[in-house]
């Protein structure tokens, strides 16, 4: 079926709440397969610069089809992707590739925490999330 707007806001909502829980303040998107915005939210006192980060997390995530914390390893002197250079590729954690019954949808991408937080809040929104895994 894919990615529907309800269930990108599902995961949106969900990472927002987390967020609050544990006091940070961040910007969520929510991509599909192509990589375009079906949904994002930025939350009070979020820094401006955590709207673009969380885009292109997301957009990373969903393109190459890994979490991007996993890609910082493998872009560094002498391991397989490095001198990747395309401006919206982000190599540190926050973005997180999204399937629902086994077929990649898309990809949430969290940005204005810790990149530690980051992570939690995108793996924290898609366990609560029925039907959707990373």
């Known amino acids: 079926m894919g990615l529907t707007l309800d269930k990108a806001g599902e995961l949106g909502c969900a990472a927002v709440a987390h967020a609050e829980a544990i006091g940070a303040a961040i ?12 949904t994002t939210a930025r939350m009070d006192g979020a820094g401006y610069l955590s ?4 885009q292109d997390k997301a957009w990373t995530s969903a393109g190459i089809g890994m979490a991007t914390a996993d890609l910082a390893p493998i872009v560094q002197p002498g391991e397989p992707v490095f ?4 401006p919206r590729v982000v190599t540190f954690g926050g973005g997180i590739p999204l399937s629902i019954d086994g077929e990649r949808v898309g990809a949430i991408g969290v940005s204005g925490g810790s990149v530690d937080e980051d992570v939690e809040i995108a793996q924290a929104a898609i366990d609560a999330v029925a039907g959707v895994t990373a």
């Open 51 to 54: 709207a673009q980060f969380a």
């Open 27 to 38: 910007t969520v998107c929510v991509v599909g397969d192509g990589g375009h915005v079906v």
């Open 83 to 86: 001198g990747i250079t395309h």
